[in-house]
């Protein structure tokens, strides 16, 4: 590493995956754990803030600030087959997780919609999958993790050692310190293929009793929604419920299914090389053209039998974000912002039929809605509750009255007594932070703060924008 100031690092444009958000940011790479700490020795020294970033799928500012330290080069991986447990570094994707496991028999318990994030940041933002409502948060499912302090110092952590650190850091987006080591649990499966059956939902109250009745023999399930249907037709959607295969039960056999190379995704989708499909998408990309393919969409499901399934690999099924390379380019180059409420399970009908009809009203529909069922955890900062979130993806063209209307949804989530995800947010405000998580929950984590951090090193955009002042 240079002996020049951080001040002079070079200096990068950077932005969250919806890139309606983007700053320019001294930034550094370590090679190592130890040009890791050094770094942030340094930095600590010349009084410059510093944000952790790994692949930088977050998709507001998570991942931005003065000084941003790009953790993703830490790469090591070790795998115990005989206890499915993975000890990796904080650079280590999900991607490069599940190809190590599989051909031992295992999955990632939990993973996002894309293979592309790192251990480091899924812990930082506890990320959830489609099995939530079963499964939990990643966090549930680490064995431990060492957190490199602004001190310098470097704390085991695990559910019985610092419990009060490991429940706040997990979560905590970078605000305590640095993961160097994570030592996760993966799930022990039988075949390389899940057990899939989509099921239609001609209105929001329909897809939700579907959901209901489906969640207790699934073991994935989510929906999608045509956010852009109105009247009678409001929330209409289709869920799709995926199921581990028993023993036995795989017509193939787990030795030619685990394999990796029978997990890719394809290489073209309807003839068109995937690498250029968003390219196609573009012109679809307003209002109009959305309804036109969210109704293609829609109708294509009335062409699968009901109650028919069909069998599909652990990726194919897990992350359908990953089947377009670059499809957010898709947006142009204001980008799109995601909103997602995490509401209570007895409001969340009544909340988000309200807001797919205040979208509606202000001419400004999502161009995507997914719907998740979720369970409470023992996280600090946790999004999870018992109850139900929605994801909403917004073009951010007309950012003044996009974030209008995102205060607005924040304003009666809030009333409902929701919750908020910082890894998909770009628009809440301290005031909707403390009515979300209570001052006693962001009370305990400043406390922790203030010991692990006194001196603010770990700051990044997100946290100068929405962390209330601190209680006395």
Same mark, same amino acid.
């Given at each position: ?149 602004a001190s310098g110092e470097t704390l085991r952590c695990s559910p019985t050692e610092r419990p009060e650190i490991f429940h706040a850091a997990i979560g905590g987006f970078g605000a305590l310190g640095a993961f160097t080591r994570v030592q996760i649990r993966l799930k022990k499966i039988e075949s390389g293929l ?110 699968? +039998?009901?109650?028919?399934?069909? =069998?599909?690999? $652990?990726?194919?099924?897990? &992350? %359908? @974000?990953?089947?377009?390379? #670059? ?37 400004? +529909?999502?161009?995507?809605?997914? =719907?998740?069922? $979720?369970?409470?955890?023992? &996280? %600090? @900062?946790?999004?999870?509750? #018992? ?43 301290? =005031? ?41």
């Open positions: 590493m240079s002996d020049a100031r951080l001040s002079s690092a070079p200096l990068r444009v950077l932005g969250g995956f919806g890139q309606a958000v983007n700053a320019a940011c001294r930034y550094l790479a370590p090679r190592d754990a130890g040009e890791l700490a050094e770094a942030l020795a340094r930095a600590s020294r010349e009084g410059m803030a510093v944000a952790l970033r790994g692949s930088g799928r977050s998709y507001g500012d998570a991942a931005l600030g003065d000084l941003v330290v790009d953790t993703s080069g830490l790469r090591d991986l070790s795998f115990d087959p005989a206890t499915g447990v993975a000890t990796a570094g904080p650079g280590v994707t999900i991607e490069q997780l599940w190809r190590e496991a599989l051909p031992h028999g295992y999955w990632p318990a939990v993973v996002p919609g894309t293979m592309a994030p790192t251990l480091a940041g899924c812990l930082a933002a506890n990320v959830h999958g489609k099995n939530a409502f079963r499964a939990g948060p990643t966090g549930e499912h680490v064995e431990s993790f060492d957190l490199l302090t899940l057990r899939v059956e989509p099921i239609r939902g001609r209105s929001l109250a329909e897809l939700f009793d579907r959901f209901e009745e489906r969640l207790p023999a699934a073991d994935y399930l989510v929906g999608w929604i045509d956010a852009t249907a109105s009247g009678a037709s409001l929330g209409r959607g289709q869920l799709h419920q995926g199921n581990y295969l028993s023993a036995g039960e795989d017509p193939e056999g787990p030795a030619s299914t685990l394999r990796v190379e029978r997990q890719g995704l394809p290489g073209t989708i309807f003839g068109v090389p995937k690498g250029i499909l968003w390219r196609f998408l573009r012109p679809f990309m307003w209002p109009p053209g959305m309804r036109l393919l969210n109704l293609a969409k829609y109708l294509a499901g009335y062409l699968q +039998p009901a109650g028919k399934s069909y =069998l599909q690999s $652990h990726v194919a099924f897990a &992350f %359908l @974000l990953d089947y377009v390379p #670059d499809w957010r380019r898709a947006y142009g180059r204001a980008g799109f912002i995601q909103f997602q409420p995490f509401v209570p399970k007895e409001t969340a009908r009544e909340t988000f039929r309200e807001l797919l009809s205040l979208c509606q009203r202000e001419g400004m +529909p999502p161009f995507l809605a997914v =719907l998740k069922r $979720h369970r409470p955890d023992p &996280f %600090l @900062l946790t999004h999870g509750l #018992d109850g139900w979130s929605l994801a909403m993806d917004f073009p951010a063209a007309d950012r003044e009255r996009l974030w209008a209307l995102c205060h607005r949804m924040s304003e009666r989530v809030l009333d409902a007594g929701g919750r908020f995800y910082f890894a998909k947010d770009a628009v809440l405000r301290p =005031l909707d932070v403390e009515r979300a998580f209570g001052r006693e929950r962001l009370g305990r984590f400043f406390e922790l703060k203030r010991r692990l951090d006194p001196g603010g090193l770990f700051q990044t955009s997100l946290w100068r924008r929405v962390a209330p002042p601190p209680p006395l």
